[in-house]
């Protein structure tokens, strides 16, 4: 049955395919460590200066002359990390926390226009981030709301709960009712059961929803761009703001540290729900 | 002695997606004694998991009422009723081991960690499955999980175990396996069970008494040999074991025995007693009860079927109508198209008043 001519393209197309989504990401790592500060695709020779750099460690510098502003630029993104770390925390928790319950209300209680609540859960998800981010704007300017840390938080919440709410109720509709009815037949009250069985029942989808969440918001642009003050700022909209002044190697050692990040992030996620599952 | 459960004129329907209401119990009344094994019986959707859920609380009733050693049911919610089910689907706690599981009942109590070690290792005994407490749900055989779901339920030593189509999941030899030991764990116990099954050979063999159902009332109640010998109507005697229905006239009656023919004019003998001639009856007779000799119906075998050691024969009356089902013991000889007699005792003949 085996062709080689066909295995041989269809292994070539995999490899292309796969070099086509890394080979941007590898390029990113491989400029990270050029020394050379004026042209990063010339390769002068293997550096750590920038990552030593980002944190005000080393005297190389983009912009020698000018070290005051350049140490400045660091402590400001260091801070955007801190904001986005903080929104990320605050986000994750809260819309696991509704989008999970919502999830077991929806499933479990039968109540009146229960379909156009589900319906309308999913529309931030589909939802274009620029119109989402221009309503939030023009809402919290109309209630006379200053944009701080807090609006990007409500921001974020606002259409991450959809995504928590979707992934838990995919888990949910796979329980068996009858799990939730042996509990309460062996004497275990509703709040029992939800803690001793529905809970961990969940867990793999609220553990997969969260870790989504926390991916996304620490990820998300443009509606961030949008909500977020002068004061507050999160890395993602900082990382554009420095790169419309031009693409500084110390970018490069940003990424690639964001690209190890979610690795762990994800390498978590997977290790987490590989225990999960008997 | 007062029952332990007093169910009286239970009612319940619901609204089918149709429009319609269906009435899924409809005026039932049970009495279950402590120490009883009562099976429900009855066709797919005649409300027995209805009537089951209706008792542990996870469906209501529209009217009548339930009382469990007296006091009234319906008012508690399921996890206070003093009774414990065995789903059909076991309902494992798949996240739990299988100690747990079963000790989830004294857990949930608050009863002391080693109080309840104690115990559940004394009922993982009781259904052969000790030293298996350390398993996850998921890494045991059918088999296995329905012990589980049997132990899980019988730890908090309830008054009235509710088992809806325990052994539907398990296979034939084990099924019969699973039967016999949950009998003799009832036996041991002490406690009532009530048991759901569609297999009328399993209603038959453990209980002490079966509750035949059709759409939402009971037809029968009684012990398998009253519901065997004696069905009330023709949807019970049809409903429990092979049977063959002779709608027949009685011609004469000759002291302890009626002479009837059928319209096609088979002829039968049955027992006298309240006999009048020219009545309409229905006379039922089991494929055992009949003899294969020289006198009786005369017929032709159309199929033969071996069945172990007895013979299954399909007999169709030289006078015509519908084919009888006759159990040989010792049928070497019949095979399709021999010519038979079949005869059968009077006494052995169970009449319905209704032709
Ligand atoms: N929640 C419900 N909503 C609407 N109709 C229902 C509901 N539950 C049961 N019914 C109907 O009530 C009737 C009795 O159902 P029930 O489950 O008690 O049958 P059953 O005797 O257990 O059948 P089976 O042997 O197939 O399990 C059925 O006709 C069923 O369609
Ligand atoms: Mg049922």
């Known amino acids: ?76 993104m260091l801070a955007a ?61 109309s209630i006379g709301m200053n944009l701080s840390i807090l609006t990007i938080i409500i921001g974020h919440c606002t259409f991450l709960t959809s995504y928590v709410f979707i992934i838990v109720q995919a888990r949910m509709a796979g329980l068996d009712p009858a799990l939730e009815e042996a509990s309460a037949d062996l004497g275990a009250s509703e709040w029992v059961t939800l803690r001793k069985v529905l809970l961990p029942q969940l867990a793999p989808g609220i553990l997969g929803g969260a870790l989504l969440a926390f991916v996304i918001s620490m990820d998300d642009l443009v509606i961030t761009y ?25 970018i490069n050692a940003i990424a690639t540290l964001i690209i190890l990040a979610s690795v762990v992030i994800a390498a978590l996620g997977l290790w987490l729900r590989s225990r999960k599952t008997d | 002695m007062a029952p332990l459960l007093e ?12 429009g319609g209401r269906l009435a899924a119990l409809d005026g ?56 414990n089910t065995v789903f059909q689907s076991y309902a494992l706690f798949g996240h739990m081991s299988v100690a747990r599981n079963v000790g989830y009942a004294l857990e949930v109590a608050g009863v002391a960690r080693a109080t309840r070690e104690a115990q559940v290792a004394e009922v993982l005994e009781k259904v052969g499955l000790a ?99 004696h069905p009330r109507n023709r949807f019970v005697a049809e409903f429990i074991g092979e049977t063959n229905l002779f709608p027949v006239t009685i011609d004469r009656v000759e002291g302890a025995e009626a002479l009837a023919r059928t319209a096609e004019g088979v002829e039968m003998r049955l027992p006298g007693k309240d006999r009048r001639p020219g009545e309409q009856v229905t006379a039922i007779l089991r494929p055992a009860d009949f003899t294969l000799g020289g006198a009786g119906i005369p017929g032709r075998v159309t199929r033969a079927v071996y069945l172990g050691s007895d013979l299954y024969l399909f007999v169709q009356p030289l006078a015509g109508g519908p084919e009888i089902r006759v159990i040989a013991r010792d049928g070497a000889g019949f095979d399709e198209g021999a010519a038979v007699h079949l005869a059968h005792d009077p006494a052995r003949v169970h009449v319905l008043e209704a032709a």
Not at chain 1, 107 to 123: D, H
């Open chain 2, 28 to 83: 039932v009344n049970l009495d279950v004694g402590a120490n009883e094994f009562v099976t429900l019986l009855g066709p797919s959707g005649c409300g027995k998991t209805t009537l089951l859920r209706a008792i542990s609380g996870f469906e209501s009733l529209d009217s009548g009422t339930m009382r469990l050693d007296g006091a009234d049911l319906t008012a508690l919610p399921p996890f206070r009723r003093p009774v």
């Open chain 2, 131 to 229: 030293g298996m407490g350390a398993r996850r749900p998921g890494q045991l055989s059918g088999g296995q999980r329905q012990r589980v779901a049997l132990a899980r339920s019988i730890i908090a030593k309830p008054r009235l175990l509710l088992l809806d189509e325990p052994l539907s999941a398990l296979d034939r030899n084990l099924r019969q396996q699973m039967q016999l030991e949950l009998k003799s764990l009832q036996h041991a116990l002490g406690i009532a069970f009530i048991f759901v099954t569609h297999d009328q050979e399993e209603a038959l063999t453990m209980s002490d008494r079966i509750v035949v159902m059709r759409s939402g009332q009971i037809e029968q109640i009684g012990t398998p040999r009253e519901i065997y010998r």
């Open chain 1, 81 to 141: 990390l801190r904001t986005s770390l903080t929104v990320a925390l605050f986000t994750t928790t809260i819309s696991t926390v509704i989008g999970t319950a919502t999830a077991i209300a929806l499933a479990r209680y039968r109540f009146r226009l229960r379909g156009v609540y589900n319906g309308f859960l999913m529309l931030p998800m589909m939802m274009p981030d620029i119109v989402l981010g221009i309503g939030l704007l023009i809402f919290f300017v």
């Open chain 2, 7 to 18: 169910i009286r004129e239970a009612r319940r329907s619901f609204v089918t997606p149709e």
């Open chain 1, 1 to 76: 049955m085996r062709n080689p001519i066909g295995w041989a393209g269809l292994t070539a197309f995999s490899l292309a395919f796969f070099a086509f989504i890394y080979a941007p990401l590898f390029v990113i790592i491989g400029y990270s460590f050029n020394s050379n500060p004026v042209n990063m695709m010339i390769w002068e020779s293997f550096t750590l200066d920038w990552y030593t750099g980002l944190l005000g460690l080393s005297d190389r510098t983009t912009d020698v002359s000018n070290r005051a502003a350049y140490v400045e630029s660091t402590g400001l």
């Open chain 1, 226 to 250: 949008f909500v977020s003050g002068t004061g507050d700022t999160t890395l993602p909209v900082f990382i554009f703001g420095m790169i419309r002044r031009g693409v500084k190697p110390e």
